[in-house]
């Protein structure tokens, strides 16, 4: 008699890697799937979302635009820079936010993942896949390593250390390629009424917005899809 094939759970998460809040809430998925390790296996794919599609190519300093955009005080937005750091290293992520700081431009980012995400099998046995590593490269890139990831020479080198084609990754970005898929998926979830991120959506239609403690996607997962596999 063989044993009866673990449930699948597609999770699609709407990210951009300018959100400190999207590598907060990375990490904590990442203990959910380890509390559910041999239950159910995962299938996850990474949307785009830019939080500031109008960004000029130089940026904005950090700390500038988290004051002029949420319109708080530069005291007020070192106390957020300094919660943050402290959640993300509690999970073992560096937050390296200092005076150089700058959010940038994401659509060329977004691009690569596009890419690197169709790059991956549908029935891949991996929950996370060469999509994942390149979020998690450009995330680093950005917050911990303070580097500009609009900038090509920059991205091409991240795609390289996911286990891409650097020669593919620069030409994509020379040529302008997937710009049009980023563009229909940003449609998309807008249409969908994702109006920030992260966004999780599980099995298509369950919808967790932000970056929950793992204790609230496990009560989702618990009752809502391993409940209906039962």
Known sequence: MTASPRPRLQVDIVSDVMCPWCIIGWLKFEQVMAHFAGRLDFRVQWHPFEL????????????????????????????????????????????NRGPGFRMRNSFAAHRLLSWAGALEEPDQAEAAGVQTALKLALFKAHFTDNRDVSDHDVLTEAAGSA?????????????????????IEEAYWADRNITGVPAFILGGSMLVPGAQDPEVFIRVIERKVLADAA
């Not at 708080?72 to 820079?81: D, G, I, W």
């Open 163 to 183: 286990g891409l084609d650097p020669a593919r990754a620069a030409a994509i970005l020379a040529s302008g390629e997937f710009g049009e898929m980023v563009r």
């Open 52 to 95: 500031n599609p109008d960004m000029p190519p130089e940026g904005e300093d950090a700390a500038a635009h988290v004051m002029r955009k949420y319109g708080v005080s530069a005291e007020q937005s070192r106390a957020n820079s300094g919660r943050l750091g402290a959640i993300a290293g509690e999970l073992g992520f560096t937050f």
